[in-house]
């Protein structure tokens, strides 16, 4: 158990842990699937009142259990030494105001192509509503700052994710796993979209926001029961 964490309870202490080596390995995982180059790109997963999160500028490939990066959720540093993502207004601005347990922020390809060219992903695909319906597009702000914070909470109004202008995607949820799903589920509507407009002479087909909202009531009762 890293040394960084002998503070706090042990119950607390084995929860943190855990959730840090699943926060690296999501980062790795959004390297190694193409949805980030080098450090851009981070991760963050949230402990109760504590918000894990990859730390600026460290190849992902690099971070061990002793490199925790931890901060409260006024964003004052409570683990480890690493300086937190320069994105963390967006990661706490998302926790302050939803019931987010994990987010995934990427500058995957064809969705931040896609945010240069529409307010919003056209509904090319059912499973839009697994972010809750149409995906906005926050407008362009320098990353890092508190403008940026302020677009991207009105483009997840009542959604999972949003792309950012010139910039790429975040999507949340209740799980690291479920998180990133969704990552890949909106870098692979925005390829669909890039690809269906591009034929010549043709345009796409589009779902209606009634058909997204029956899919996702739909999708309330999806996968295995326990």
């Avoid at 790109?41 to 999160?53: E, F, T």
């Avoid at 839009?128 to 914070?149: C, I, K, Q, S």
């Avoid at 677009?151 to 790429?168: F, I, K, P, Y």
């Amino acid at each position: 158990m890293t040394s960084k964490l002998r503070e706090t309870g042990g119950e607390v202490r084995e929860e943190a842990a855990a959730s840090w080596a699943a926060v690296v390995a999501t980062a790795r995982r959004s390297v190694a699937d193409g949805l980030v180059v080098g450090t851009s790109g981070n991760v963050s997963a949230r402990v109760g009142d504590l918000v894990l999160v990859t730390p600026s500028g460290v190849p992902y490939d690099r971070l061990t259990p002793d490199d925790i990066t931890g901060v409260d959720l006024t964003g004052r540093q409570v683990l480890g030494t690493l300086v937190p993502t320069s994105e963390l207004p967006m990661h706490l601005a998302v926790y302050r105001t939803t019931d987010a347990r994990a987010i995934v922020h990427t500058h995957a390809v064809h969705a931040t192509a896609v945010s240069t060219l529409v307010p919003e992903l056209p509904l090319v695909h059912y499973m839009a509503a697994a972010l809750g319906g149409p995906v906005r597009v926050a407008p362009y702000a320098t990353y890092g700052t508190d403008e940026l914070a302020e677009h991207m909470l009105r483009a997840l109004v009542d959604r999972s994710g949003c792309l950012l202008q010139n910039h790429g995607t975040l999507t949340y949820g209740a799980t690291l796993d479920q998180a990133y799903d969704r990552t890949a589920q909106l870098e692979w509507m925005c390829r669909l979209w890039l690809t269906a407009s591009s034929v010549p002479g043709l345009t796409p087909s589009l779902l209606t926001e009634a058909q997204i909202a029956e899919v996702g009531e739909r999708l309330k009762g999806y996968g295995q029961r326990r």
